[in-house]
């Protein structure tokens, strides 16, 4: 089996602020995602990747940059945080982009901006 | 308008059954998963749809219905631990895995 690592856990940021976060999968799987999860709302995809140094926009692509450095890694940038904002970040992987793949969730990175 | 809709909670008594609904209304249709999150956890796969009908997994059972844009996921002989959200997502059309996700069932099981 495999897993897929978010770091940090908890991040707490300021308005304004660059924030950086990071996920790291051994799966071998080649499609990354990067989801928000925000209360009483769906999972909203921010960006993915299909390969290494591949990157494709989701529905919520806007105020975020993303990074696949390597197969294993995905990480992603909030370029300014909201004042306020609360949210969890999932990163998913998955084998391929065909809709019968299952994805595999990393356990989040809780966000919060002061 | 597009999208995945469920119910926001739904409480069920153990050793009963519990069915959580789902509806969609997207461009196109290539497929239904759902996944189970627990609180603070990462959301778990446990089935995929596409075709019509029931599709019995034992404690979990899905059902689907393309023509109404309906499914739903059966839970079984209920234990405590079924507590958690249930995560409806549909994948609209060829761009396979970007799914539309419904807002999550939170699934509250008594004793």
């Known amino acids: 089996g495999g897993i897929i690592t978010q770091t940090p856990k908890f991040l707490i940021g300021q308005e304004g602020q660059k924030l950086t976060l990071k996920c790291q999968q051994n799966f071998n799987h080649d499609t990354m995602y990067w989801y928000r999860q925000d209360s009483g709302k769906g999972l909203r995809l921010i960006y993915y990747s299909i390969t290494e140094n591949d990157l494709q926009k989701g529905d919520l692509s806007e105020g975020y940059d993303a990074s696949r450095e390597k197969k294993s890694s995905f990480s992603l940038t909030v370029t300014s945080a909201q004042k306020n904002e609360m949210a969890v970040f999932l990163c998913?992987?998955?084998?391929?982009?065909?809709?019968?793949?299952?994805?595999?969730f990393g356990h989040g990175t809780k966000l919060s901006v002061l | 308008g597009q999208g995945v809709e469920q119910p926001a909670k739904l409480m069920s008594v153990e050793g009963t059954f519990a069915r959580v609904n789902c509806t969609y209304s997207?461009?196109?249709?290539?497929?239904l998963s759902w996944y189970q999150q627990r609180e603070g956890q990462a959301p778990v796969f446990l089935s995929y749809?596409?075709?019509?009908g029931l599709k019995d997994s034992g404690h979990f059972s899905t059902f689907l219905s393309r023509s109404n844009g309906y499914s739903y996921l059966l839970l079984t002989e209920l234990q405590i631990k079924d507590s958690a959200s249930y995560l409806c997502a549909v994948s609209p059309n060829s761009a396979g895995n970007k799914l539309t996700f419904g807002i999550g069932t939170r699934v509250l099981v008594r004793p």
């Open positions: 749809v596409v075709l019509d």
């Open positions: 998913a992987s998955s084998i391929g982009t065909n809709s019968n793949e299952r994805l595999f």
């Open positions: 997207t461009s196109g249709f290539n497929g």
